[in-house]
């Protein structure tokens, strides 16, 4: 399993989560466990079938973040 960088402003634990909504332009965020920041993704464009999101897509997701956060924390 890939690590998640911890959260850029208080180094809290990060979990990534799904958002399934026609409406919503993103499904996909990140939570921080301790301050509780949202920080959406709508680049991760997560790719699902029903209720099920493609492994390849969560893969890119972390990545994505891992890359982010890594910036933002710069
Ligand atoms: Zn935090």
């Known amino acids: 399993m890939t690590n998640l960088e911890p959260c ?5 634990e ?3 989560y799904s958002y399934l ?3 919503a332009n993103y499904n996909c965020y990140a939570l921080c466990q301790k ?3 949202v920080y959406r993704m709508p ?3 997560l790719k699902a079938h029903g209720a099920r999101i493609y492994p ?3 893969k890119k997701a972390e990545r994505l973040w891992n890359e982010r956060a890594k910036g933002e924390s710069e």
């Open 8 to 12: 850029p402003k208080c180094k809290g």
């Open 14 to 16: 990060i979990t990534l």
């Open 35 to 37: 301050c509780k920041t």
């Open 56 to 58: 390849s897509s969560i």
């Open 43 to 45: 680049e991760a464009k």
């Open 21 to 23: 909504s026609l409406k």
